[in-house]
């Protein structure tokens, strides 16, 4: 039996991520169940940062991961991660309260035609949010994954957790296959899978919900889309942003209930999200070029958790990361990597109250 100091159960961008900050400093190996890391959610987003996604305690995660994913240090990147690309929240009537350390102000119509051109005209105004940036996630990911092993941690792929046990102040973990890890902590950073992992290990469950969202790539008869703002619906109806000249990525800003599984569009959703998209824009839909699905799993309070769990000693939660886990993935990581080594947080997030996100919020 293989023994490490942390065992870390996932290898998305949770995973990768609080596994390179700490893997330095602990032996550190990570499971992963699929073929390869980084199959489900993290392979799977829109790919924005967005300050006002999430509410306030998002927020502050995300502002403050915007240094390390606009100019990350050289030995992680030689380049940094953003994109510019800003948002318009576009409404029918009321605009939207955005978290008040939001940089954003007020669109009209005029220049609101002039910047997404062919806007149909009940949407009378907006609020810009010049911050808003494309994130490269798969070079994010892949340079979390690289600090990690380079830290001397481990990965091991085709490697899925089916139970757990502490016992004498060690987790004894097997896997499907039959063979077993032994660990000082062990990591639930399964995404979609928090739950059921948890209860392999004889852990209370949080309730951690995921939800699956649809994405279309579309091909339109307009060109010149590739720097178009994020428009998004301030109502929650349906988001698009440019990626070709004369392709965009929509969402109908879906929510589905569902279990744990490998998430893929259903056909209704394609077509709410065409059918909004074509009441927003004049631009004639040519082509479904390809779409996916995936899951965005959230806590009862739609806030991540992460810390150790109040009733089970060495159990760490780093869930929840519901539509922001990407955005949010430097701070969260340096935030969660202080509590489970039980240092002093790197100074990135040195002003954010790690409590907000304990699990013990959930008890009772
Ligand atoms: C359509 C969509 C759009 C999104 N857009 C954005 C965006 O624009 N910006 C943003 O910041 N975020 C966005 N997100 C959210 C973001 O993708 C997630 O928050 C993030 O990827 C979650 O990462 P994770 O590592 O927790 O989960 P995952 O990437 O799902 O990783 C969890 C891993 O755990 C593994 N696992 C599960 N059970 C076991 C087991 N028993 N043993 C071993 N391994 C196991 C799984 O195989 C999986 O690879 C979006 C999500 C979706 C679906």
Known sequence: MSEVDVLIVGGGIAGASLGAEIAEARRTAIIEAESHCGMHATGRSAAFWLESYGGPLVALLSAASWDFLAEPPAEFSETGFLRPRGAVHVTRDELPDLPPSVEARLVERDELERLVPGIRPEWRR????????????????????????????????????????????????????????????????????????????????????????????????????????????????????????????????????????????????????????????????EAVE????????????????FGFDPETPAFFWCVGQGGFGIQTAPAAAKLAAALLLGTNPDPLVGDIDPGVYAPGRFAN
């Not at 097997?174 to 062990?186: F, H, K, W």
């Not at 109502?235 to 929510?255: M, V």
């Open 126 to 285: 907006a609020l810009l949010e010049p911050g808003c940036a494309d994130i490269d996630v798969a070079a994010l990911h892949a340079a979390y994954l690289r600090k990690f092993r380079k830290g001397g941690g481990t990965v091991a792929t085709g490697a899925q957790l089916q139970s757990g046990s502490y016992r004498a102040g060690r987790w004894r973990v097997q896997l499907t296959d039959g063979s077993e890890i032994a660990a000082t902590v062990l990591v639930n950073a399964a995404g979609a899978w928090a739950d059921p992992v948890a209860e392999g290990c004889g852990v209370q469950p949080l309730g951690i919900a995921p939800k699956r969202r649809t994405m279309v790539q579309l091909r339109v008869g307009r060109s010149g889309l590739r720097d178009l703002p994020l428009v998004d619906d301030s109502a929650g109806t349906f988001y698009f942003k440019g990626e070709g000249d004369r392709t965009i990525w929509l969402s109908p800003h879906d929510e589905i209930a569902t279990d744990p599984c490998d998430a893929a569009p259903e056909e209704i959703d394609i077509a709410t999200a065409i059918d909004r998209f074509e009441q927003a824009v004049d631009w004639p839909v």
């Open 290 to 305: 390809r779409s996916w699905a995936g899951l965005r799993s959230f806590a009862p309070d739609r806030i991540p958790v």
